[in-house]
T-cell receptor, first 115, second 114 residues
């Protein structure tokens, strides 16, 4: 079974600074990988996804993520954060061989932006 | 607009009562899901359905029931057997084709037991 770990529960970053949120997964082959963002009391919005091909994927709102097979990681990055980026971020992994029916989520990283 | 609609947004339940959360999608997606979210625990899968009139248990199905009589609807009933039902519930769906591997979410429903 697949699993995903987000080691940072809470991260604080100054506005305009760069950001990297960590995500490590466990799966026997190349999984499907996702990053979602959630504002308080809202649903989850897809930021980006990786299925195959180029290991650096671009998403919405200026986010990108890089799949590194050797490290079993899919870290999310943004070169310069904005106050509106404050939210909770979830990494998720799906199993291609089962049609991705059971998406497994990490426990999330809460991002705080300070002026 | 296409999307996933959950209702109600906020729901209060007395202990011993069953409640039903509604989820409707107009995306023509085949698969639908219910997740439960608790602080610090991420999202956990309750039930999912890949096709009409069929559904499977997820990781925490005890105390919940679902039906899938129509493609666009996947209601979740939280029964009195669910010992700790206070949580944020998220409905999701997934289609086929180019977007077939991506799950999209509704805005969620808050359930509080009083």
């Amino acid at each position: 079974a697949q699993s995903v770990t987000q080691p940072d529960i809470h991260i604080t970053v100054s506005e305009g600074a760069s950001l990297e949120l960590r995500c490590n997964y466990s799966y026997g082959a190349t999984p499907y990988l996702f990053w979602y963002v959630q504002s308080p009391g809202q649903g989850l919005q897809l930021l980006l996804k990786y299925f195959s091909g180029d290991t650096l994927v671009q998403g919405i709102k200026g986010f990108e993520a890089e799949f590194k097979r050797s490290q079993s990681s899919f870290n999310l990055r943004k070169p310069s954060v904005h106050w509106s980026d404050a939210a909770e971020y979830f990494c998720a992994v799906g199993a291609p061989d089962f049609g991705n029916e059971k998406l497994t989520f990490g426990t999330g990283t809460r991002l705080t932006i300070i002026p | 607009d296409g999307g996933i609609t959950q209702s109600p947004k906020y729901l209060f339940r007395k202990e011993g009562q069953n409640v039903t959360l509604s989820c409707e999608q107009n995306l023509n997606h085949d698969a639908m899901y219910w997740y439960r979210q608790d602080p610090g625990q991420g999202l956990r899968l309750i039930y999912y359905s890949q096709i009409v009139n069929d559904f499977q248990k997820g990781d925490i199905a005890e105390g919940y029931s679902v039906s899938r009589e129509k493609k666009e609807s996947f209601p979740l009933t939280v029964t009195s057997a669910q010992k700790n039902p206070t949580a944020f519930y998220l409905c999701a769906s997934k289609g086929k084709g180019n977007s077939g591997n991506t799950i999209y979410f509704g805005e969620g429903s808050w359930l509080t037991v009083v």
